[in-house]
């Protein structure tokens, strides 16, 4: 069985977060859903809370941590990518933005991507179609058709449990990316050789 790479990016910011948990079931759906076209899923995340400072500092210095590198070598090797984010002031965080802002030029190109968004309330639902996907479509990725927002009321009395309308949504958002990834085969592998350091970087020492 051959095997697809899905990154999950998530910029919630509590621990545990309604972020992360519709993080959580996007993967597996989609996971899911490759197994059923007889291929298995390597799911790694990427949680930017972990780097929120490492973003700040590569915003004022130009230079990424290795922590913050390893995160965005994560992504761009992926095969597949989940992206979800809060929703602050109807669009996405500032942290996820920063995130992508610093993103190597190109590392979305093609890449087969689904998009979300959590918030306390459905009059934020509007931010998928009017914040996230204008980014990832300005960033070239291949989104894929179905977005899914999950406001306060659409988990269960408990648990984490999507509602009947929402896991409606996870399903068909996650069989959507699986497509996407299987028609688009594995992601080949980064050439050792290659050297993405910027010139200037290399001259000062970088």
């Given at each position: 069985?051959?095997?697809?790479?899905?990154?999950?990016?998530?910029?919630?910011?509590?621990?545990?977060?309604?972020?992360?948990?519709?993080?959580?079931?996007?993967?597996?759906?989609?996971?899911?859903?490759?197994?059923?076209?007889?291929?298995?899923?390597?799911?790694?995340?990427?949680?930017?809370?972990?780097?929120?400072?490492?973003?700040?500092d590569n915003?004022?210095?130009?230079?990424?941590?290795?922590?913050?590198?390893?995160?965005?070598?994560?992504?761009?090797?992926?095969?597949?990518?989940?992206?979800?984010?809060?929703?602050?002031?109807?669009?996405?965080?500032?942290?996820?933005?920063?995130?992508?802002?610093?993103?190597?030029?190109?590392?979305?190109?093609?890449?087969?991507?689904?998009?979300?968004?959590?918030?306390?309330?459905?009059?934020?639902?509007?931010?998928?179609?009017?914040?996230?996907?204008?980014?990832?479509?300005?960033?070239?990725?291949?989104?894929?058709?179905?977005?899914?927002?999950?406001?306060?009321?659409?988990?269960?009395?408990?648990?984490?449990?999507?509602?009947?309308?929402?896991?409606?949504?996870?399903?068909?958002?996650?069989?959507?990316?699986?497509?996407?990834?299987?028609?688009?085969?594995?992601?080949?592998?980064?050439?050792?050789?290659?050297?993405?350091?910027?010139?200037?970087?290399?001259?000062a020492g970088?």
């Amino acid at each position: 069985m051959s095997t697809r790479t899905l990154t999950v990016v998530t910029a919630g910011l509590n621990r545990p977060s309604t972020t992360r948990l519709l993080a959580d079931r996007l993967a597996a759906a989609t996971e899911l859903a490759l197994r059923e076209r007889d291929l298995s899923a390597a799911v790694e995340f990427v949680e930017l809370r972990e780097v929120a400072h490492d973003l700040t500092d590569n915003l004022l210095t130009g230079f990424p941590s290795p922590a913050l590198r390893a995160a965005l070598d994560t992504v761009a090797r992926a095969d597949g990518l989940i992206a979800v984010t809060p929703i602050f002031t109807a669009s996405y965080s500032g942290l996820f933005k920063t995130f992508f802002d610093v993103l190597d030029s190109g590392a979305l190109v093609g890449k087969p991507a689904l998009i979300a968004a959590t918030a306390g309330t459905v009059r934020h639902s509007l931010a998928l179609d009017h914040a996230l996907r204008p980014l990832f479509s300005y960033l070239r990725a291949s989104v894929a058709p179905t977005g899914v927002f999950a406001a306060s009321e659409d988990w269960g009395t408990g648990g984490g449990v999507a509602g009947p309308a929402l896991a409606d949504r996870i399903d068909r958002a996650g069989g959507e990316l699986a497509l996407l990834v299987a028609a688009r085969g594995p992601q080949a592998p980064a050439d050792p050789f290659d050297v993405s350091t910027p010139f200037e970087q290399l001259l000062a020492g970088g």
